[in-house]
């Protein structure tokens, strides 16, 4: 009789967030124009998927790719090969590429902006002299843009998405409104949020992963992971691992900070 209470016992599900079964993701946290560094981690990467053995994988660039680090143009030439090379390698919008779209744009204030968030790093990586960026105005900064940047750079930034989600899990680049489902979120919230999202203590829809907001280390709560860990400065950029219920991470050893430009 007890064998048979025990035997028609339903199973329980664990608590832990999870992918579905076959899966595996890779979340890559900002960038910022470090290209080293991403090559470092790309190696990480494919190293891990050989030792764990086959499965769906995923990679998810969760935004930043551009502007503070020196490389932003071959970060974007970097990940244009990686996408052309595997399945599945996915991009989401950050802040950044939204101000570096608008001032190839010609949104003077989005110009503006992005020369104050690092992309003077970012226009100088397209091969523009110190001397001449410190020369031009901003009507000129803008004419020059266009030469400089490679109308495939602007397209491929241009396809970038807002939010992926996978299992039980939302990727995204900022966080999220938490008193707004995920399928109504404002882009501006998913690029740009910080406190609301980061203050927020109680269970979401998703265990969401984000970066956009610099952590020394990993940042795991029980509703987010945060995972910019300050790769231009630091030296450490960061993949997030998940397969199933198990997550883990990679991490590229902080080195000798890019040179000035």
């Known amino acids: ?106 949104e003077p204030k989005a110009l503006r902006l992005f020369c104050r968030i690092g992309g003077r790093e970012t226009i100088l990586s397209y091969g523009m002299a110190a001397a001449e960026y410190e020369r031009l105005d901003y009507e000129e900064l803008v004419h020059r843009l266009a030469d400089l940047v490679p109308p495939e750079h602007r397209a491929f ?28 979120q404002r882009t501006s919230d998913l690029r740009w949020i910080r406190d609301p999202f980061l203050d927020h203590r109680s269970a979401l829809e998703k265990t969401i992963v984000h970066g956009h907001t610099m952590t020394d280390e990993i940042e795991r709560r029980g509703h987010r992971i945060g995972i910019d860990t300050g790769a231009y400065s630091s030296g450490r950029l960061t993949a997030l691992g998940l397969e199933g219920e198990t997550s883990w991470h990679l991490q590229t050893k902080p080195g000798t900070a890019p040179k000035a430009s």
């Open 1 to 106: 009789m007890i064998s048979k209470l025990f035997k028609s016992r339903p199973a329980t599900r664990s608590n832990l967030p999870q992918v579905p079964e076959g899966q595996r993701v890779y979340a890559v946290g900002d960038i910022h124009g470090r290209a080293d560094l991403l090559d470092d981690l790309i190696a990480l990467i494919e190293a891990d998927e050989r030792a764990r053995g086959p499965a769906e994988t995923t990679v998810i660039f969760l935004g930043d790719i551009v502007d503070r680090g020196p490389d932003s143009a071959a970060v974007i030439d970097r990940l244009r090969d990686l996408a052309a090379s595997r399945a599945n390698v996915r991009f989401l919008l950050g802040n950044h590429e939204e101000i570096f779209i608008g001032a190839l744009d010609g």
């Open 157 to 184: 930034l241009a396809g970038f998405e807002d939010m992926i989600v996978i299992g039980d899990y939302a990727f995204v680049h900022a966080g999220v409104r938490p008193d707004t489902p995920l399928d109504q």
